[in-house]
T-cell receptor, first 115, second 115 residues
Framework: AQKVTQAQTEISVVEKEDVTLDCVYE???????LFWYKQPPSGELVFLIR??????QNEISGRYSWNFQKSTSSFNFTITASQVVDSAVYFC????????????FGGGTRLMVKP | DGGITQSPKYLFRKEGQNVTLSCEQN?????MYWYRQDPGQGLRLIYY???????QKGDIAEGYSVSREKKESFPLTVTSAQKNPTAFYLC??????????????FGQGTRLTVV
């Protein structure tokens, strides 16, 4: 069975601060995928990134960066110089490659960026 | 434009009524999913389907039913047996595991309220 834990339920920062959202996962699959999604107030989940278990390179996309560490089963997400528009709920998720594996989500972290 | 369309956006149900939530995708994805989200909570899997005419129960299938007669469509019926159906329902689709781009894409959601 897969499990994703996002220990931070709510984070509040002031604009321009850096913020890291933690994600710890559990899986028995040797090959799996990790994802981050953003849920703005409108409700739709927006895909941010996919990472394969065999690729531990960190990734940067603009103000967003992701740190994947297999040794600690973590896939953390950092927003640099946060902006008010970053306010949303962020979900981490995992999925195995075997048939029957579905996407398993963490409980989400609500990020509030204050001006 | 490729994507997932959920309808209606808002739905009101009287106690004892069955209601059906629509989900259509034109992404040619094999897998489709239904999730339920309660206020301040994460996403819980109701049903998923990896191929036409086949579907499996998720973690909270009781009181719900689905069908997958066409690849593009995965309607969810909330039956009168579901005692607490007021929630936000999200439909998603993805390629099946084993493909490179395995991320799921979500519809805009249906907010169901029992009146």
């Amino acid at each position: 069975a897969q499990k994703v834990t996002q220990a931070q339920t709510e984070i509040s920062v002031v604009e321009k601060e850096d913020v890291t959202l933690d994600c710890v996962y559990e899986t028995r699959d040797t090959t799996y995928y990790l994802f981050w999604y953003k849920q703005p107030p409108s409700g739709e989940l927006v895909f941010l990134i996919r990472r394969n278990s065999f690729d531990e390179q960190n990734e940067i996309s603009g103000r967003y960066s992701w740190n994947f560490q297999k040794s600690t089963s973590s896939f953390n997400f950092t927003i640099t110089a946060s902006q008010v528009v970053d306010s949303a709920v962020y979900f981490c998720a995992t999925r195995g490659v075997n048939a029957g594996n579905m996407l398993t989500f963490g409980g989400g972290t609500r990020l509030m960026v204050k001006p | 434009d490729g994507g997932i369309t959920q309808s209606p956006k808002y739905l009101f149900r009287k106690e004892g009524q069955n209601v059906t939530l629509s989900c259509e995708q034109n992404l040619n994805h094999d897998a489709m999913y239904w999730y339920r989200q309660d206020p301040g909570q994460g996403l819980r899997l109701i049903y998923y389907s990896q191929i036409v005419n086949d579907f499996q129960k998720g973690d909270i299938a009781e009181g719900y039913s689905v069908s997958r007669e066409k690849k593009e469509s995965f309607p969810l019926t909330v039956t009168s047996a579901q005692k607490n159906p007021t929630a936000f329902y999200l439909c998603a689709s993805s390629p099946n595991p084993g493909t490179v781009n395995t991320e799921a894409f979500f519809g805009q959601g249906t907010r169901l309220t029992v009146v």
